[in-house]
């Protein structure tokens, strides 16, 4: 089946600095997602990627839809202490929402 | 506007017994997906629903799964008989499926199984 390898597995930064994770697979998206979770709590779709080198922003976050449809990175700039969590890459080769997740990346914000 | 709903957000049982796992989608949302998290193999997912049909439940570990949607606001996930590998954190997402990508979680069932 579809596998995702994301990475780093954690990263222990501290407040202020730049963060990037990245996630490839064996296998062509047509969509590619980024999750943030939070313990005892469920994913939280924080952006969603449509097009072959889509560069998209949300805040301090920014994803880009690999060219060639096997890969995605998320960036998240001045990193603060709420930023902690997992941090998921989802992507979708169906029609209808079937999605692969990456393992996670669990971010960890020193003050 | 509320969220995914599910219930109970934990539960605590004995092998052997049957445990069902219930979720309200959000409002207005035609697709219903179940998944499971667990530490060794991520978040899988298990069944997707559309229009309260299911449609891919290849997901589905064995039989002693099963999963109904009778309703547009409401699916259950039931597990009977309950082993202690099937303790897991179960998620529901939903989302409309104009955009079937971009799906909504619930906060989860915490399922111990002793």
């Known amino acids: 089946g579809q596998q995702l390898n994301q990475s780093p597995q954690s990263m222990f930064i501290q407040e202020g600095e730049d963060v990037s994770m990245n996630c490839t697979s064996s296998s062509i998206f047509n969509t590619w997602l980024w999750y943030k979770q939070d313990p005892g709590e469920g994913p939280v779709l924080l952006i969603a990627?449509?097009?072959?080198?889509e560069l998209t922003s949300n805040g301090r976050l920014t994803a880009q839809f690999g060219i060639t449809r096997k890969d995605s990175f998320l960036n998240i700039s001045a990193s603060i202490p709420s930023d902690v969590g997992i941090y998921f890459c989802?992507?979708?080769?169906?029609?209808?929402?079937?999605?692969?997740f990456g393992q996670g990346t669990i971010l960890t914000v020193h003050p | 506007d509320a969220g995914v709903i599910q219930s109970p957000r934990h539960e605590v049982t004995e092998m052997g017994q049957e445990v069902t796992l219930r979720c309200k989608p959000i409002?207005?949302?035609?697709?219903l997906f179940w998944y499971r998290q667990t530490m060794m193999r991520g978040l899988e997912l298990l069944i997707y629903?559309?229009?309260?049909?299911?449609?891919?439940d290849s997901g589905m570990p064995e039989d002693r799964f099963s999963a109904k949607m009778p309703n547009a606001s409401f699916s259950t996930l039931k597990i009977q008989p309950s082993e202690p590998r099937d303790s897991a954190v179960y998620f529901c997402?939903?989302?409309?499926?104009?955009?079937?990508?971009?799906?909504?979680f619930g906060d989860g069932t915490r399922l111990s199984i002793l």
């Open positions: 629903f559309n229009n309260n049909v299911p449609i891919d």
């Open positions: 989802a992507g979708d080769g169906t029609s209808y929402g079937k999605l692969t």
């Open positions: 990627l449509y097009k072959a080198g």
């Open positions: 997402a939903s989302t409309q499926s104009i955009s079937p990508s971009t799906q909504h």
């Open positions: 409002s207005g949302h035609n697709s």
